[in-house]
């Protein structure tokens, strides 16, 4: 089991920066991945940003060039931060963390409770 916790979330202007941290319970190496997701009312969740346990990185068309995702294992403890500049209000949500595994040709997923970010104009 991985347990995730989110923190960063808020209030802030459009244009302005939030970065946001997702804690995992296990270290890097023992995931395959880790992203975020976001939901808007009425919307499905969608990916955002994801990177892999050897960095490789992936975001969704309306984020690149403003959001920039990291991760880092300190103390065996992996942690990724999406760094979300040039804030538009369309980014409200709630964004999820996202951890997964492969075992056996199947995906298992473990998400955060979220964390609401809310852009005013």
């Known amino acids: 089991q991985v347990q995730l916790v989110e923190s960063g979330g808020g209030l802030v202007q459009a244009g302005e920066s939030r970065r946001l941290s997702c804690v995992a319970s296990v270290s890097i190496f023992s995931i395959d991945g880790m992203g975020w997701y976001r939901q808007a009312p009425g919307k499905q969740r969608d990916l955002v940003a994801a990177i892999t346990t050897i960095g490789s990185t992936s975001y969704k068309d309306s984020v690149k060039g403003r959001f920039t995702i990291s991760r880092d294992n300190a103390k065996n403890t992996a942690t990724v931060y999406p760094q979300m500049d040039s804030l538009k209000p369309e980014d409200t949500a709630v964004y999820y963390c996202?951890?997964?595994?492969?075992?056996?040709?199947?995906?298992?997923?473990?998400w955060g409770q979220g964390t609401q970010v809310t852009v005013s104009s």
């Open positions: 996202n951890a997964h595994r492969m075992h056996s040709g199947a995906r298992y997923d473990y």
